[in-house]
């Protein structure tokens, strides 16, 4: 059976990516126009390619503590090459980290109203992907400025009005003013730009792997080997300890 393909192709020597030659696109498109071009077939418009830009920037860094930072950095500090940590990173992303894009989208650009959307995860006790944060318990400033650099950029509003309207239903249902975070407001915003759902986990990863790859450059740098947790950050809650003499 073949493998078939619409994103590119190697025609006399020259690869073409989604019609237009590579090497046409070198120096004229910006990284983020050609990631446009590889995921949607065709040029961003201009207030479409500030607006991906944003998006990426807001996913690039968020600190030491959060698990794929982290966990990369372990990866490194036991004696592995770059794309193994690198790997480690990504792996440690889930539902939980970075991956509620995803979800949030799902539902963003289902049929579903956002009582019925709001309803369905408060009977199931599921947190609903988009909402809450660690840090940020009132607004997360991420969300506001994505969503002003949207307004700015004249962007259609239909995801974004929809993820408010989630915001104020959660807050009317659970009586918690649950804040829409950074992973709601990218799923927001990458759905009025015409992504799909599914680009959700990938749209994280795209936007985290700089942050990512200077954690483990870093690591690399200025750390000495073999990364340990300090006893004073495990609690022993197992059998108590006694002598045995096995015979
Ligand atoms: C990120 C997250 C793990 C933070 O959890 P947390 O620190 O326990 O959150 P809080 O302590 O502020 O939660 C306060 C209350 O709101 C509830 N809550 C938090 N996030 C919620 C959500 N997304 N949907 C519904 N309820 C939520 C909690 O269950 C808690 O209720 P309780 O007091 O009755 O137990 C959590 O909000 C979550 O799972 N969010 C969905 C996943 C997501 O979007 N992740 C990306 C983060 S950038």
Known sequence: MK??????????GELYMRGVRLVDLIGKASFVEAIFLAL???????????MLDAVFV???????????????RSVASTGNSANAAIAAGVLAMGDFHGGAIEG???????????????????????HLPGFGHKVYKTEDPRTHALFEKARELKLPQTYIMRARAIERELKRASGNGIPL???GAVAA???ELGFGWRLGKPFFILGRLPGLIAHIEEEYQNEKPYRR?????????????????HK
């Open 58 to 72: 807001s996913l690039i860094e968020h600190g030491i503590e959060v698990p794929s930072a982290f966990v990369a």
């Open 40 to 50: 949607q077939g065709r040029f961003p418009k201009k207030n479409e390619t500030k």
């Open 3 to 12: 493998w078939r393909t619409a994103i590119s192709v190697q025609k006399d």
């Open 181 to 183: 975070n950074i992973d």
């Open 104 to 126: 949030a989208a799902r539902y963003l650009q289902s049929k579903e109203t956002p009582r019925g959307i709001v309803a369905q995860a408060l009977k199931n006790k599921e």
């Open 229 to 245: 947790l300090d006893s004073e950050d495990v609690e022993y809650v197992g059998l108590p300890i006694k002598k045995h003499n």
């Open 189 to 191: 915003v990458m759905s």
